[in-house]
C-alpha cells in the first residue's frame, strides 16, 4: 500500500487548510487512517483517526477545529483544518492500520508541510 498526502501549504492564523491521502490497494476501507504531526523538535503526535466504521478520535489540542472523514470509493482520507493556529505548524503525515489476523500492517505516507504564520 503506498499513502500520498498533499494539501500542506502556507496560511495565516485563522485561516484554513485541507489534507488529503490517497491509499493504493484494496484494503483502505478496512482500514483505520490516522494523520499525525511533527513539529521541529517535538515528538510525533496524533491529531485525528477515523476507524473503518467511521468512529472518530481527537486530541483536545484541536477537537472543534479539526475535521478527518474518508471516501471509500475514492481510498482517500482528509482532515479539514480550521481556525489554524502558529502551534499548528508541523509536517502532517497519514497513516494506515490494517489489521491481519496474528499482526497489524502499518503504513506511513511522506507528509505534508503546514505552515500558520502569525
Do not use: H
Not at 475514492?74 to 481556525?83: A, G, P
Amino acid at each position: 500500500v503506498q499513502l500520498q498526502a498533499c494539501g500542506g501549504g502556507l496560511v495565516q492564523a485563522g485561516g484554513s487548510l485541507r489534507l488529503s491521502c490517497a491509499a493504493s490497494g484494496s484494503i483502505f476501507s478496512r482500514s483505520t487512517m490516522g494523520w499525525y504531526r511533527q513539529a521541529p523538535g517535538k515528538q510525533r503526535e496524533l491529531v485525528a483517526e477515523i476507524t473503518s466504521g467511521g468512529s472518530t478520535t481527537y486530541p483536545d489540542s484541536v477537537k472543534g477545529r479539526f475535521t478527518i472523514s474518508r471516501d471509500n470509493a475514492k481510498n482517500t482520507v482528509y482532515l479539514q483544518m480550521n481556525s489554524l493556529k502558529p502551534e499548528d505548524t508541523a509536517v502532517y503525515y497519514c497513516k494506515l492500520d490494517y489489521r491481519l489476523p496474528s499482526a497489524l500492517y502499518v503504513n506511513w505516507g511522506q507528509g505534508t508541510l503546514v505552515t500558520v504564520s502569525s
